[in-house]
């Protein structure tokens, strides 16, 4: 038996599994809390600590009691469930955290239900219990209850619970009995969770996750699943197409704290690193070079969304990001193509226009943000949904929803979902909440977030994720209101805002540049109008000087670059530079516009 923990911290979005992986690496000496930077250790990307979200699934390690344990951190937003679907290969068991008041949601039961799959045993973590009005004990029951509805062995319906708070930094066996550390979790992985299991043979490694590094390239990653590897040896990588490539081990990394550490030889049972096996993918295999047998491929996520990412080709490209052309856009695609495997990129009939399938707003957010910040500029269209021909009916996608809001704002997330073609399958009161189940095609939810703020005070909690096609569910009613477009080229006046304030609602303030065709806000009607922004008021009426400042003008609307894809219309694009975000028209001209609407 080896001394070795393999485990995966899987959970619904913001129930804390990071927070926990950073409690538990302090706890075991790897950090020191004092150490610690503002935001969480393991979240370490700058787009991770912006947004408080973990985007890419992370290995660590640490040692408690002479044990060595490995924890895979991954993400909960449902656009990365295909990613936890992967790492959770490398794991024997996983830590299922819930938050003791939100309870089970669309995502634990997704990543729940793979682990029972792939027979890992569960610990169960209930969360913020230090959170007001939370039910610890009725969570329990209710992932007690999702188990067994997922076709969960008696093994792991056996799971053990524990209870806590990993802000505060500490669990325990009883929610009302609070301890001041985490030992009641770590000792429950030791005893719970089985060492892996050393594999008798030749060598044999599925890989199950890539990492970057300056120095040496590309890094795969995945568990030792058979046998052992060594610097130096010679094996075949497995293609998934069946193709076999001969390489030789280059370099072999074990997870050392939140680093890696440089290794001569890797056993089965462990995670590790390897550089020098060119051309891999994921879910290829590393076998042994004169008896080369594959392991089962992984399952690649199917993109269920594209956008249209163009050039940027608006009056004002070029003034703020250093790649702008075509060449560029498609290199850097290509390049991502290495290693985000749920992206795929198609050529269109224009060569400045590729089209981009990923597998939801967030994730194909994260790539445009991610070059923006290295220097590009783009525009990028509409997301839209992916339809699917079976058997000669159309398809679309469908997704499970919940809501969680006050009371008093149920009906009106009721009216808007359902219009949304949403169906209505369970309501629960939880306190002054209401806790909504829906079905709804992901057409509908494209655009619905900040709608539903709005509606709610900003109170509603919403998420959501993929269960699969079905037939068209019919035409979903549009956007009501019609955008605002800048007549002129020129600076944003505060007199012409004020005089257009009953228009609409403006996303620009006075100084700031537009253009012609230029989405500047949203009108109070449908349809679109054209408005004149730059217009300041007429030198000869001008009597007192500085009239312009006393005008009371609305504060502008400020999107981010998801809210912004989700809320242009087809003819529109968003304009994306280093620095900037506009939504513009396609066409910019009103003329040319209005006849192509009429086609
Ligand atoms: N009240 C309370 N808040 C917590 C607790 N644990 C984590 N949080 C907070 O919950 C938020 C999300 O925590 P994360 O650790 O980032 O959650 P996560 O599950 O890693 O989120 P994703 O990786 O994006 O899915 C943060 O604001 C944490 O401070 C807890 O025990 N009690
Ligand atoms: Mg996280």
């Known amino acids: 038996m080896q001394k070795i923990r393999n485990i995966a911290i899987i959970a619904h979005v913001d129930h804390g599994k990071t927070t926990l992986v950073d409690k538990m690496l302090i706890a075991t000496g790897q950090f020191a809390d004092h150490e610690k930077p503002g935001s969480l250790i393991m979240d370490n990307n700058d787009l991770e600590r912006e947004r408080g979200i973990t985007i890419l699934s992370k290995n660590a390690s ?56 792939l027979g890992l045993k569960p610990i169960v973590v209930i969360n913020k219990v230090d959170k007001q009005n939370c039910q610890p004990d009725l969570v329990q029951e209710q992932v007690f209850d999702l188990m067994f509805s997922l076709g969960a062995s008696e093994e792991q319906l056996n799971f053990p619970t524990i209870y806590g708070s990993a802000k505060n930094g500490w669990m325990s066996n009883d929610w009302q009995t609070p301890s001041d550390n985490i030992t009641p979790l770590l000792d429950t992985i030791l005893e719970y969770i089985p060492a892996p299991k050393y594999n008798e043979g030749t060598t044999q490694m599925l890989i199950t996750a890539l990492k970057y590094s300056s120095y040496v390239g590309r890094i795969a990653i995945g568990r030792m699943h058979r046998g052992e590897i060594k610097v130096g040896q010679t094996v075949v990588l497995m293609k998934r197409d069946g193709s076999l490539k001969r390489s030789k ?39 042994d070079a004169e008896n080369p047998e594959a392991l089962d491929p992984i399952s690649i996520d199917e993109p269920t969304m594209s956008m249209t990412f163009a050039i940027n080709d608006s009056p004002f490209f070029g003034k703020e990001g250093k790649f702008v052309t075509s060449r560029h856009i498609k290199d850097r695609l290509k390049k991502e193509l290495e290693r985000n495997l749920a992206l795929k990129v198609e050529d269109t009939d224009s060569a400045d226009k590729f089209r981009v399938y990923g597998r939801g707003v967030l994730h ?176 000869t009426n001008m009597r007192a000087s500085g009239a312009d400042d006393k005008v009371r003008i609305a504060p502008p609307i400020v999107f981010s670059l998801e809210e912004a894809l989700e809320y242009i219309q087809e003819d529109e694009y968003v304009e994306i530079t280093p620095k900037c975000i506009r939504l513009r028209k396609i066409i910019l001209d009103e003329i040319a516009r209005k006849r192509e609407a009429k086609n």
């Open 62 to 117: 640490t040692v408690y009691n002479g044990v060595k344990i490995n924890i895979i951190d991954t993400p909960g937003h449902s656009d990365f469930g295909g990613e936890v679907e992967r790492v959770l290969n490398m794991a024997d068991g996983v830590l299922l955290l819930v938050d003791a008041f939100e309870g089970p949601m669309p995502q634990t039961r997704f990543v729940l239900q793979k682990a029972i799959q």
């Open 249 to 287: 081990i280059k370099e072999l990394f074990l997870f050392e704290g939140l680093g890696r550490k440089s290794v001569q030889s890797v056993a089965s049972g462990e995670i590790c690193g390897l550089v020098g096996v060119d051309g891999f993918d994921i879910g290829d295999t590393v076998s």
């Open 364 to 539: 194909l957010s994260v790539l445009i943000e991610t070059m923006r910040r290295e220097g590009y500029e783009l525009q990028v269209g509409q997301p839209k949904v992916l339809f699917k021909d079976i058997d000669g009916v159309k398809n679309e996608p469908i997704e499970e929803m919940t809501v969680d809001v006050a009371e008093e704002f149920s009906g009106k997330v009721i009216d808007m979902i359902t219009t949304r073609k949403g169906e209505l399958l369970n309501m629960e009161n939880k306190g002054d909440r209401t806790i909504l189940d829906f079905n709804v095609p992901s057409r509908g939810i494209i655009g619905l977030r900040t709608k539903m703020l709005t509606a709610t005070n900003g109170e509603a909690v919403m998420s959501h994720r993929f269960v699969g096609y079905e037939p068209f569910k019919g035409e979903i009613e549009k956007r009501q209101n019609g955008s605002l477009i800048s007549m002129e080229t020129g600076q944003v006046f505060a007199y012409a805002l004020d005089k257009l304030q009953d228009r609409g609602r403006f996303f620009v303030a006075p100084t700031q540049k537009v253009y012609a065709g230029q989405v500047i806000g949203e009108s109070s009607k449908s349809g679109d109008i054209v408005v004149n922004i730059c217009k300041s008021k007429k030198l």
